[in-house]
């Protein structure tokens, strides 16, 4: 079982830039699965960026690659997500999410993992 804890939100102005970090418990963070997902009011939460267990794979959705940034850091627990050139549409509240694994396959959707983070907002102002 892991514990998930996003922090790194916060209020930031069109084309600037913020990073989340996601601070795991337990000590086989490196065995999981690790992904960003974002939920904007009235939307289904969506797939924003994952990473393989090994760090081997990644993969974006479109409308964010190019701009974010997903990394994971195993001897500190911690998931990471850079975001630069933020938008507008990019307002929405951010999740970090695990399963655990050691297959490679890509996990692009909510229901592939069982650990989720209580989520932190981002809002960009135009």
């Known amino acids: 079982q892991v514990q998930l804890v996003e922090s790194g939100g916060g209020l930031v102005q069109a084309g600037g830039s913020l990073r989340l970090s996601c601070a795991a418990s337990?000590?086989?963070?490196?065995?999981?699965?690790m992904g960003w997902f974002r939920q904007a009011p009235g939307k289904e939460r969506q797939f924003v960026a994952v990473?393989?267990?090994?760090?081997?794979?990644?993969r974006y959705a479109p409308s964010v690659k190019g701009r974010f940034t997903i990394s994971r850091e195993d001897a500190k627990n911690t998931l990471y997500l850079q975001m630069n050139s933020l938008k507008p549409e990019d307002t929405a509240v951010y999740y970090c999410?695990?399963?655990?694994?050691?297959?490679?396959?890509?996990?692009?959707?909510?229901?592939?993992?069982?650990?989720w983070g209580q989520g932190t907002q981002v809002t960009v102002s135009s």
């Open positions: 999410a695990a399963e655990y694994t050691t297959s490679q396959a890509m996990r692009l959707l909510p229901s592939e993992y069982m650990y």
């Open positions: 337990g000590r086989t963070f490196r065995s999981y699965a």
């Open positions: 990473i393989t267990w090994s760090g081997g794979d990644i």
